[in-house]
């Protein structure tokens, strides 16, 4: 049985498919999960004006009745802030108006307080599958749109009949089955200072691995880095963690519990412990916590 690679760039990401099977089947299927993949980006894209997200959020203040897919998404997210004590917060899209990593420049104060004072899904009414948010509150997807669409390119392989590959979206990961003799995948974790350095290898036959950082959408102001990823509670990034991977049964379990995790910063490693689930936190300088530490190349 052949191994055939299959890469394409969406969803901010490199996205790639690696797939054991007949050829012409394959690429079919590969053609298939991509443009599945290009339509879910078209849908929740909070970049394009016309997308099914933009067009809800401009309807902040009205009754919203969600489709099953969106609904999916949104009480996903009504779990999660509720189990991470609110700091995942699909509410935070307010905040992401405000920052512009490209710009170099903090945001206005005023204007992120009154983007903060929009956060809190406390404030939504969400009686599945009804949505009304506060009129100017604005919902995001980061932290587990990309996770849930390696997810479902995943579990359409399967269903296609295909049981040996692999689903990596930007490194957000989803094994559909080891290789046909059974052995496991190989898979290097970026080092979050270094990017063609991995910092750690890990062999994963099933499941999925998910890693949350710093590193992809920043900037240094004054000699402090500030990412993409936003504490709802404060309107600015955690700065505890360089990065956090988790392993879970599946890639939106583990890409959400990694970015709780560096939201959480100090008080990440008991939390993600209590879940069971194997993680590794790299400290921003680059000191490593949680149990696959001792397994990192050094």
Not at 190 to 214: M, Y
Not at 251 to 268: D, H, K, N, Q, Y
Request: net charge negative.
């Amino acid at each position: 049985m052949t191994l055939h690679h299959f890469r394409f760039q969406a969803l901010g990401s490199p996205c790639q498919l690696h797939l054991y099977g007949e050829p012409a089947r394959v690429r079919s299927l590969a053609d298939a999960c991509e443009r599945w993949v290009r339509a879910f980006e078209r849908t929740y894209s909070r970049f394009c004006s016309d997308s099914l997200l933009s067009q809800l959020n401009a309807a902040a203040g009205t009754d919203w009745l969600c489709d099953a897919q969106t609904a999916a998404l949104i009480h996903y997210g009504d779990t999660l802030w509720h189990q991470s004590d609110g700091l995942f917060d699909l509410t935070a899209g307010a905040l992401a108006r405000c920052w512009d990593f490209r710009s170099g420049r903090l945001p206005d104060p005023d204007r992120l307080a009154a983007a903060k004072a929009l956060c809190g899904w406390e404030k939504v009414r969400w009686e599945s599958p009804a949505l009304r948010l506060p009129e100017g509150a604005a919902l995001d997807f980061g932290g587990i749109g990309k996770e849930y669409a390696v997810d479902a390119v995943a579990n359409q392989c399967r269903e296609a009949g295909v049981m040996h590959g692999l689903v990596d979206f930007g490194g957000d990961i989803a094994v559909i089955g080891p290789h046909p003799n059974g052995a496991p995948w190989k898979i290097g974790i970026r080092h979050p200072r270094a990017p063609q350095k991995p910092i750690l290898h890990l062999s994963l036959g099933e499941g999925a691995i998910a890693t949350s950082g710093d590193y992809e959408r920043f900037m240094e102001v004054d000699g402090r880095r500030y990412c993409h990823i936003l504490n709802p509670k404060t309107g600015y990034p955690p700065n505890y963690w360089a990065s956090m991977t988790v392993i879970a049964g599946s890639c939106l379990i583990a890409g959400s519990l990694a970015t709780v995790g560096m939201l959480r910063e100090a008080g990440a490693g008991p939390w993600l412990d209590e879940t069971g689930l194997p993680w590794l936190g790299i400290r921003t300088d680059l000191s490593q916590r949680g149990p696959l530490a001792d397994q990192s190349s050094r």
